[in-house]
C-alpha cells in the first residue's frame, strides 16, 4: 500500500475504477503495518472550517417521494445518475438480490450445512408489491447462492402476498414455516408451509398446508393489523407458543397462541405483552438470552441465567425497538427490566436506516444471528432505474451486554473477517480540537475500520464546567467543549461530501456525563431529493474502556458499531462526487476544548460470490 504525501495531493479522478477486484493471491493479503511516525507525515489538517460552511440543503421527507406508478422514470431522477454511480452503489460483500425490490429477512434456519435466508421479493419491480419468499442457501452467512423463488401468492389465503413469517426446527427434524397471507380480500391471516422434501439440503420445493389458514385475526383486532408471526417456543407443558404482531386502541401488542401441532391453535388468554401509544408492532421477535456466557440459546431455553428480548418494529417510526426483561412461562407474560425503557421507549436494534430485523439460533455455532433490512433513501424513480432496492445487513451475533447489564451487543459475524485483504494501521494519530486528517489508505469504499481514540489530558472530562445538555444527535458542526469526533466516510478530497460517524460527549446538568453515537447523513450526497437526516442514540462508555468504533463500509451502506455493538447505525447513503477512487477516509475533531488521539486498524475488503446457484450443474 501506497502512503506518500505526494499520493494524497494528486488530483483525484471520477472515472470508475473496477469496484469488485479479483481476489488477490493469499501472499498479498499480509497486513501493512504504518506506525505514527509514518502516518503523520501523510496526514494532514484541513480546517473545520470547511465543515462548517458546508451547509446541508433542504431535505425531503420520506413521504415526499413521487408515486410508484409514474412511467417517466429517466426523466424524474433525484439527480443526473449515471450508470457508473447506479453501479457504484451496489454493494459488493452485502445480500442483495440480483435485481427487483427486497424488504424484511424472512425464516432464516441453518439446515443440513447451509444458511437459509428467505426474504421478502417483488419479482417484478424495483418498488414493493406482488411479494413473494425471494430464497438464498450459504455456507458461511457471507457468500449466497440464489434459489428459484420458495413461495410466491398463489392461494387465496396469501394472494395479496406471502408477507413475513419464521421457521421452526421441531426436535424431530421437521421444519416448519408460519407465515402472514394478505387474502384476496386484504385480510391478515397466518399460514403454514413446510419443505416437500426434508432429505434436500437445499430445501427447494415449499408446501402450503391445504387447510390454511391455520390462524384468522381474533374478535376485537383490525383484520388489516395482524401479521408476522415467530419462531415457535415450547413452553413447559410442552406444547408451542408463538406471538402475532397488531395494535389495540394505539397499543402496539404482542398476541400469543399456543399450538401442539401447528395447524390448530388456540389463542391465551392475555397478552405477551403491549405498550401504549407504539401502534402497529410488525415484526416481533422474542427470543432467550444468556446472562452469564456468550453463547446463543435455543429459542425455548428458560430458566436462571436467562433474560429474554422482546422486539418490535414499529410501523408508526420505522423503527425497531428492544428492551430485556423476565419472561413467565406459565403465565405466557413478559416483564421489562426497567419500564422506562419498555419496548418503543428506550433502547433501539439499531438508530440508522433499519427495520423489520429478526434472529434465528444457529445449532451450527450455538450463535443468535440477527438479520435486519436496510432500505433504500433515495427515491422509487431512482430504484426503477437502478433496477434494484434494499440490503442486508451483514448477519450480527447477540449477545447479553455483562458489563452494562442493560443491553445487547451485536456484532458482524467473524465470517466476514474472511474478506479482509491487506491491513493498514494507524498508531496514536493527534486529532486536534477543529481539525480532520485524512488517512492515506488507497480505495476507500470496501473497508473494515476498527478505531480507539482517547481524549488528551485525563482531566479534560472533568474539567468541562458548564453543563452542556445534549440529549440528542446533531449534525457533526454542532460544536460542544467535548466533540463530536470520528470519523468522515465516503468523504472526497475538498469534503464537499462527506458521511461525519461520531461520539459526542456532553456533561448534563446533574454533572454526569452522556456520550451519544451519531452518524450525520445531511451531506452524504449533493442529490437533492435524497431523504438525509441525522442518527444515533446514546452509548454507554464504562470507566475502564476508550471510545471504540468498528465500521464496516461498503460502497452506499455503513454499518456503525459503538463499544463492540452496545449501540449501532446503519447508513444509506449515495455520494454523487465521493465515490469510486474519489472517497477518502478522514479522522476528524469537531470539539473546540479537547484534542483526541486515534488509534487504526482498517482493512481493505474483497467482494463476496453472491450468484444463482448452478442448479443445472447438479
Ligand atoms: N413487511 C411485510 C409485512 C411486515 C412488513 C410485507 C414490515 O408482513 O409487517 O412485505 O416491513
Redesign the pocket.
Known amino acids: 500500500m501506497q502512503n506518500s504525501p505526494s499520493h494524497t495531493n494528486a488530483p483525484y479522478t471520477l472515472l470508475p475504477e473496477d469496484p469488485s477486484p479479483a481476489r488477490p493471491p493469499a501472499s498479498s493479503r499480509r497486513p501493512v503495518k504504518v506506525f505514527a511516525a509514518t502516518a503523520a507525515s501523510v496526514v494532514f489538517l484541513t480546517s473545520l472550517v470547511m465543515l462548517i460552511v458546508n451547509q446541508s440543503p433542504e431535505t425531503p421527507t420520506e413521504s415526499d417521494h413521487p408515486p410508484r406508478s409514474d412511467p417517466s422514470v429517466r426523466d424524474r431522477l433525484s439527480y443526473n445518475w449515471t450508470n457508473a454511480m447506479f453501479a457504484w452503489q451496489r454493494t459488493a460483500f452485502h445480500f442483495q438480490p440480483e435485481k427487483n425490490w427486497m424488504?424484511?429477512p424472512d425464516g432464516p434456519l441453518y439446515y443440513m450445512g447451509w444458511y437459509h435466508l428467505f426474504y421478502?421479493y417483488n419479482p417484478d419491480s424495483a418498488v414493493?408489491g406482488n411479494?413473494t419468499w425471494g430464497h438464498a442457501v450459504s455456507k458461511d452467512l457471507i457468500h449466497w447462492l440464489y434459489l428459484p423463488l420458495a413461495m410466491v401468492p398463489d392461494r387465496w389465503f396469501d394472494a395479496g402476498?406471502v408477507?413475513?413469517?419464521s421457521a421452526t426446527l421441531l426436535p424431530d427434524g421437521r421444519i416448519v414455516i408460519l407465515y402472514?397471507g394478505?387474502t384476496d380480500e386484504s385480510i391478515?391471516v397466518q399460514n403454514l408451509a413446510y419443505p416437500a422434501n426434508l432429505s434436500d439440503p437445499l430445501l427447494i420445493e415449499w408446501v402450503k398446508y391445504p387447510d390454511n389458514p391455520v390462524i384468522v385475526p381474533p374478535a376485537g383486532i383490525n383484520p388489516e393489523e395482524f401479521?408476522?408471526p415467530t419462531t415457535a417456543w415450547m413452553g413447559p407443558d410442552g406444547t408451542w407458543r408463538i406471538l402475532v404482531?397488531s395494535k389495540v386502541d394505539g397499543s402496539g401488542i404482542a398476541l400469543i397462541y399456543q399450538t401442539s401441532n401447528f395447524t390448530a391453535f388456540e389463542a391465551q388468554p392475555g397478552l405477551l405483552h403491549a405498550v401504549n401509544g407504539t401502534g402497529m408492532w410488525?415484526?416481533v421477535d422474542f427470543y432467550p438470552v444468556s446472562t452469564n456466557s456468550s453463547n446463543g440459546l435455543e429459542t425455548s431455553v428458560v430458566g436462571p441465567g436467562v433474560k429474554h428480548v422482546l422486539k418490535a418494529?414499529l410501523?408508526d417510526l420505522k423503527k425497531d425497538y428492544y428492551a430485556i426483561g423476565t419472561y413467565d412461562p406459565v403465565s405466557d407474560t413478559w416483564t421489562p427490566d426497567d419500564p422506562e425503557a419498555d419496548v418503543g421507549m428506550g433502547l433501539q436494534v439499531d438508530y440508522g436506516r433499519y427495520?423489520?430485523s429478526k434472529t434465528f439460533f444457529d445449532q451450527n455455532t450455538g450463535r443468535r444471528i440477527l438479520w435486519g433490512?436496510i432500505n433504500e433513501t433515495d427515491t422509487d424513480y431512482d430504484d426503477l432505474a437502478k433496477g434494484w432496492a434494499s440490503v442486508q445487513t451483514i448477519p450480527r451475533v447477540v449477545t447479553f451486554d455483562n458489563k452494562t447489564g442493560s443491553n445487547i451487543l451485536e456484532w458482524p459475524v467473524e465470517e466476514v473477517e474472511s474478506l479482509r485483504l491487506n491491513s493498514t494501521e494507524f498508531d496514536d494519530i493527534l486529532v486536534e480540537a477543529g481539525s480532520a486528517v485524512l488517512l492515506d489508505i488507497g480505495m476507500a469504499t470496501q473497508l473494515d475500520i476498527s478505531v480507539e481514540f482517547e481524549i488528551e489530558g485525563s482531566d479534560a472530562l472533568e474539567a468541562l464546567e458548564e453543563p452542556e445538555a445534549i440529549i440528542e444527535c446533531a449534525t457533526a458542526q454542532n460544536r460542544t467543549t467535548l466533540g463530536p469526533f470520528g470519523l468522515l466516510v465516503l468523504a472526497d478530497k475538498s469534503l464537499s461530501e462527506l458521511t461525519p460517524i461520531y461520539f459526542h460527549i456532553a456533561k448534563s446538568t446533574n454533572g454526569s456525563l452522556t456520550t451519544l453515537f451519531c452518524a450525520d447523513e445531511t451531506r452524504s450526497s449533493k442529490a437533492l431529493e435524497v431523504f438525509k437526516k441525522v442518527y444515533g442514540g446514546p452509548v454507554a462508555v464504562l470507566d475502564d474502556e476508550k471510545f471504540t468504533m468498528r465500521l464496516l463500509v461498503d460502497h452506499s451502506i455503513i454499518e456503525s458499531f459503538a463499544q463492540g455493538g452496545r449501540t449501532v447505525i446503519t447508513s444509506r447513503i449515495y455520494p454523487t462526487e465521493a465515490i469510486y477512487g474519489a472517497a477518502k477516509l478522514f479522522l476528524f475533531n469537531n470539539a473546540t476544548g479537547v484534542n483526541v488521539t486515534a488509534s487504526l486498524e482498517i482493512w481493505q475488503m474483497n467482494s463476496a460470490f453472491i450468484r444463482p446457484f448452478p442448479l443445472e450443474e447438479m
Do not use: L
Open positions: 424488504n424484511d421478502q414493493w411479494i402476498g408477507w413475513t413469517g402472514t394478505d391478515q401479521r408476522d404482531g410488525e415484526c418494529s410501523d427495520y423489520a433490512w
